[in-house]
């Protein structure tokens, strides 16, 4: 069956720093990729994609890279800020598989501290 | 606006005692989900329904029952609850099921806060 897994944290940083949280797939087929996160007392939502091998997402200085070789989809900032505190999952979204070809990993606490 | 709308979001019950969480959605999405979030489990899925018409079992269903009502509302019941569903319930839509297409991007609610005592 499919699974994704990533750092669980949590991941404890200063305001500036270079971040980067690892996720790794396993997936028939060619999955879409995707980078969720949860803001305090909210729920999920959508914090960049990739559908191909090589495509890169990119939202709010977050960048990510779709790599078959490796099937990996790491998330990167340069430089973060107090407010990127939350909880960041890895997902992927696959035909076939089990509950219905969408598969999280548990989420990485990330904690940044002025 | 336009989402997923969950009720209530905070709910307080005694075991035993049965409650119905209702989720609405007006993008017109095929596929809606219940899920459970718990410290150092992640998201767990309860029940999905593909289509109206249709649901289906997730990872942890025992204990819950689903229906979805129409193309807008999937609603989570809860018959007899016990402590160990004390948990924060997402609701989460998407336009299709089953696809690796990236436009079939889930969209959550912002979450049932459950305490069973």
Same mark, same amino acid.
């Given at each position: 069956g499919n699974s994704v897994t990533q750092m669980e944290g949590p991941v404890t940083l200063s305001e500036e720093a270079f971040l980067t949280i690892n996720c790794t797939y396993t997936a028939t087929g060619y999955p879409s990729l995707f980078w969720y996160v949860q803001y305090p007392g909210e729920g999920l939502q959508l914090l960049l994609k990739a559908t191909?091998?090589?495509?890169?997402?990119?939202?709010k200085g977050f960048e990510a890279t779709y790599r078959k070789e490796t099937t990996s989809?790491?998330?990167?900032? %340069?430089?973060?800020q107090v407010s990127d505190s939350a909880v960041y999952f890895c997902a992927l979204s696959a035909t076939g598989g089990g509950a219905d070809g969408l598969t999280f %990993?548990? %989420?990485?606490?990330l904690i940044i501290q002025p | 606006n336009? /989402? $997923? !709308?969950? !009720?209530?979001?905070?709910?307080v019950l005694k075991t035993g005692q049965s409650m119905t969480l209702q989720c609405a959605q007006d993008m017109n999405h095929n596929s809606m989900y219940w899920y459970r979030q718990d410290p150092g489990m992640g998201l767990r899925l309860i029940y999905y329904s593909?289509?109206? /018409? !249709?649901?289906?079992k997730g990872e942890v269903p025992n /204990?819950?029952? $689903?229906?979805r009502l129409n193309k807008r509302e999937f609603s989570l019941r809860l018959e007899s609850a016990a402590p160990s569903q004390t948990s924060v319930y997402f609701c989460a839509s998407r336009p299709r099921t089953g696809t690796n297409s990236g436009a079939n991007v889930l969209t959550f609610g912002a979450g049932s806060r459950l305490t069973v005592l």
């Open positions: 191909k091998a090589d495509d890169k997402g990119s939202n989809f790491h998330l990167e900032k %340069g430089s973060v %990993g548990k %989420g990485t606490h | 336009a /989402g $997923v !709308t969950q !009720t209530p979001k905070f709910q593909a289509s109206e /018409g !249709t649901t289906d /204990g819950y029952n $689903v229906s």
